[in-house]
């Protein structure tokens, strides 16, 4: 934690970082190694948000528990669901992971996940690439399967030169194996979040491309489910983006959330950590947990 001194007034400025992902869903890094890297950016405040699972974070707080150091870790999943026939993607920060909603909701996701995979391999078996499920999950390890565990399969079989290639070919947006799964609606997702204690954020509200009425329209049927905010801060953006976040927040007096969604070391990703002052004025989710330090 820095505390500034200004002219004026003194902001204090933590750092904070609550999307990002570990090797359970689809990060780089293993749960271990994400919070030694958090703990080397010094980070005050920290939330694992992997998809649709929380056995990253259960190992990261194991290994986070034998620490002394004064990073607080937030429990946290970031869960995929349909919003008006678009992919949406909901934060959940401070979940009691334990909760029946909570696991509930990671059955129903497995299942929906499962149920994509064997789709995927059927369709790749019809074009005679047979093998493709057992390929995949055996790729996938402890990780949830997705569609880079059939694209790493098809290399490794020689099917394709390299991953790029598999999803051009067979596995990216309207190829054979681009099919979606049936995820929960937003309101029943929400729910599960708000049921098990947590707050229930959008994630990187300006990715789906929304119109700004739909976005709006978007939020607005997320309050009445329950939702309390939306995600501001996400990886790199614009300042445009920035500006246009904090207004809605504003508009809806929202509460907001700042992270990288950070996956792994990549040339444009963003590194872990936002820094919190340039957010003051808003109601940041934060505060939820910053007040107990
Ligand atoms: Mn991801
Ligand atoms: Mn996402
Ligand atoms: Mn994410």
């Not at 405040?45 to 649709?52: C, M, R, V």
């Not at 329209?217 to 009445?224: G, M, P, T």
């Not at 501001?232 to 207004?247: E, F, K, N, P, Y």
Request: charged residues 20%; proline residues 3%.
């Amino acid at each position: 934690m820095v505390v500034a001194s200004r002219a004026q007034c003194s902001v204090i400025t933590v750092l904070i970082d609550f999307h990002t992902h570990t090797s359970a869903s689809d990060g780089a890094l293993d749960p271990c190694e994400l919070v030694a890297r958090a703990l080397a950016s010094n980070i005050d405040l920290f939330a694992i948000t992997d998809h649709d699972t929380v056995a990253g974070y259960m190992a990261a707080a194991a290994y986070h528990r034998q620490r002394d150091d004064g990073m607080q870790l937030i429990p946290g999943i970031e869960l995929s669901c349909q919003w008006s026939g678009t992919t949406v993607h909901i934060l959940g920060l401070g979940i009691d992971c334990a909760h029946p909603a909570m696991s509930g909701a990671l059955q129903t996701m497995s299942g929906a996940r499962e149920e994509r995979g064997e789709k995927i391999a059927q369709r790749l078996a019809a074009r005679g690439f047979a093998g493709a499920l057992q390929g995949a999950l055996a790729l996938a390890g402890d990780s949830h399967l997705g569609r880079p565990h059939f694209a790493a399969w098809m290399v490794e079989q020689g099917h394709v030169r390299d991953e790029n290639q598999a999803f051009d070919l067979y596995l990216g947006q309207g190829k054979t194996g681009d099919v979606k799964a049936f995820w929960p609606e937003l309101a029943e997702v929400t729910r599960w979040i708000v049921d098990s204690g947590g707050a229930a954020l959008i994630a990187h509200p300006l990715k789906y491309r929304f119109t700004g009425m739909k976005l709006r329209r978007l939020i607005e049927d997320f309050v009445a489910a329950g939702g309390c905010g939306i995600e501001v801060a996400s990886g790199r953006q614009t300042r445009d983006q920035l500006a246009q976040l904090t207004r809605l927040a504003r508009q809806y007096a929202l509460e907001v959330t700042i992270g990288s969604d950070f996956h792994r070391d990549a040339p444009y990703g963003a590194p872990l950590g936002v820094e919190s002052a340039p957010f003051e004025g808003l109601r940041g989710v934060w505060e939820r947990w910053a007040s107990a330090q």
